[in-house]
């Protein structure tokens, strides 16, 4: 039977208790709100681009474990990758959490694997990805906050 | 349901109540069911799951038509369930309660016919800030559309209306009044017959959204002198999809209908239509009879045991669990009104709304997090969501203990 220390691994736990690249970001290139009204987590991210290239990555807001977490680690693993790495790794990540993962290469996705457990409670997907679709839209240009709903 | 029903009531015995729920003797995730998201939606006791089946059954057909048996069956189970209504609410006449789909079409309907005739450009429309969106946003849609003010009644730290920033709001202006009888995020039970009593000072109407009040307390239309009352059959152990909102009579005539259709036409030419009488003037179209059958056994349930004794029963349970919850660390109550329903609304220190509620249940507990439809109490409290447990009759004090054992489990996950 699923565990619960399978969705709350210490990893992830870690990651909510202290999250990197956590706070707002001086004059960033882009900034974009994400926003899950269904809970109400919210979530700003800040990106420095080097051309196609993520140079930094910070966020800011308030969520629950699942979704601090995620974009924790999701920021730690996109320092350095160009747009196309990112959309990627999103591909892979999305998979991982919203099916049995047998498509997942999960050479890209590290660490962002520890996140699996999240596909055993389908509610909390969104927590998990709402990071990323903020991360997908503002790669894209984005600029009104986007929304899970 | 009388003032003598709780004494009249042999000792409560929620052990026989509980075998006539068969879903709770189901297992979540291997451990037994233990269901505290009942402001949310109720379960439902055997006397009306088989009253639903026995309409599909042995007399499903069409109402207010047909000749024939099936259909005169139908029809007067329909409308025995509306005098049910009637009874239960004390209304003065069965004409006075019209069907719905629950209490948001309620206030809606209310909202597009009573407000679009009667409310117009300058006039102010008052809710208050522990209002659930469905009694803010069809305010704010005919506002939007005719020009009205929205005016809010803020409240207090304790999740309490402040009535004399209230009666600072009132005047010749105030066109309507819509308040909720019970806070589904707070618990608050609201001064309704203070609120209504001073509404009729300055002639506005009163609108009193019960969707959570009906279940845990006794309403007497008549007495309270409201004009529209709405609530949810599903709230009130009964089956989803149906409500019912209660007007004045002499105010529904005077209002033009919702929606046209069969049923609330007297005659129909292309030149003109007369529209049928009450109640059936705001009833088009085939409604929901399963629903409304439903919703009339389920009164005839509550009614057998007494909101009385259901409301004495559970005000101990909440007792039992504000006391237990107070001794978690870290745990702050939203919601310390002094006046109560069963609902405790909380947050913690270090553990998400969100990630509570999935950790209980993985303990098989059923507790409803977010924002409960209720936004701006949570922008008043400065909070993103609550972790909310509300508590119908067939909960037990062991279940709350699971239920704050719980929530220890989950700090140690945390912490």
Redesign the interface.
């Known amino acids: 039977?699923f565990d619960?220390k399978d969705?709350?691994q210490e990893v992830i736990?870690d990651h909510?208790?202290s999250p990197r690249n956590f706070g707002k970001m001086e004059s960033p290139d882009r900034t974009l709100e994400g926003f899950n009204p269904?809970?109400?987590?919210?979530l700003t991210l800040y990106l420095k681009m080097e051309g196609e290239q993520i140079d930094d990555i910070s966020f800011d807001g308030?969520?629950?474990?699942?979704s601090v977490a995620s974009a924790s680690m999701m920021t730690d693993a996109m320092k350095g990758k160009t747009a196309k790495e990112a959309e990627e790794i999103f591909n892979n990540f999305h998979e991982l959490v919203t099916t049995d993962g047998s498509n997942v290469d999960s050479d890209k996705l590290g660490k962002l694997a520890a996140l699996a457990g999240v596909r055993e409670?389908p509610t909390?997907v969104k927590?998990a990805t709402l990071c990323w679709h903020t991360l997908h839209s503002a790669l894209e240009g984005e600029q009104t906050a986007i929304s899970t709903e | 349901m009388n003032s003598t029903a709780a004494l009249t009531t042999p000792a409560f015995n929620v052990d026989a109540l509980r075998q006539d729920f068969p879903i709770l003797s189901r297992a979540v995730?291997?451990k037994p069911l233990v269901y505290l998201d009942n402001a949310a939606t109720s379960q439902k006791p055997t006397q009306v799951i088989e009253t639903i089946s026995r309409y599909y059954s042995e007399y499903n057909s069409n109402i207010h038509r047909g000749v024939h048996s099936l259909s005169e069956e139908a029809t007067s189970a329909y409308e025995a369930a509306r005098e049910k209504c009637q009874s239960f609410i004390n209304a003065s006449s069965d004409k006075e309660i019209i069907f719905v789909k629950g209490t948001t079409e309620a206030i809606n309907l209310v909202a597009n016919t009573y407000g679009r005739a009667n409310i117009k450009a300058g006039d102010e429309i008052i809710v208050s800030w522990m209002e659930h969106h469905s009694n803010i946003v069809p305010w704010q849609m005919l506002c939007e559309q005719n020009g009205a003010v929205l005016k809010v009644i803020p409240i207090n730290d304790a999740g309490e209306l402040i009535m004399d920033e209230y009666r600072k709001l009132l005047s010749s202006k105030t066109k309507l009044v819509a308040v909720g009888h019970i806070s589904n995020a707070l618990g608050s039970i609201n001064p309704i017959k203070e609120i209504i009593d001073l509404a009729h000072q300055h002639d506005a109407v009163v609108v009193i959204d019960g969707a959570q009040a009906t279940p845990h307390t006794s309403i007497d239309v008549q007495s309270l002198d409201c004009d529209f009352y709405a609530f949810s059959s599903h709230k009130l152990f009964g089956p989803t999809g149906v409500g019912v909102l209660y007007g004045k009579q002499a105010l529904l005539e005077a209002m033009p209908p919702y929606q046209g259709g069969g049923d609330m036409i007297k005659m129909v030419t292309f030149e003109k239509t007369m529209y049928n009488e009450l109640p059936h003037k705001f009833e088009a179209g085939t409604p929901n009879i399963a629903g409304v059958i439903g919703l009339g056994a389920a009164i005839d349930y509550v009614s057998e045991i007494g909101l009385d004794a259901i409301a004495t029963y559970e005000h101990e349970l909440l007792e039992y669990a504000t006391e237990a919850a107070l001794t978690i660390d870290g745990l702050r109550l939203i919601g310390t009104a002094r006046n109560k329903a069963s609902i405790l609304s909380f947050v913690m220190d270090k553990v998400?709304?969100?990630?509570l509620g999935?950790?209980l249940?993985?303990n098989g507990i059923a507790i409803r997090?977010?924002?409960h439809c209720a936004?701006p109490v949570?922008d008043r409290f400065e909070i993103?969501?609550t972790a909310r447990a509300s508590f119908a009759f067939y909960n037990t004090k062991h279940e709350i203990d699971v239920l704050i054992e719980g929530i220890e489990n989950a700090k140690k996950?945390?912490c």
Not at chain 1, 38 to 42: A, N
Not at chain 1, 62 to 66: N, V
Not at chain 2, 352 to 355: G, R, V, Y
């Open positions: 039977m619960l969705l709350y736990v909510n208790r269904l809970c109400g987590d919210r308030s969520g629950c474990a699942i409670y909390r927590c | 995730r291997g998400h709304p969100h990630d999935t950790i249940d993985h997090t977010g924002h936004m949570m993103p969501a996950v945390f």
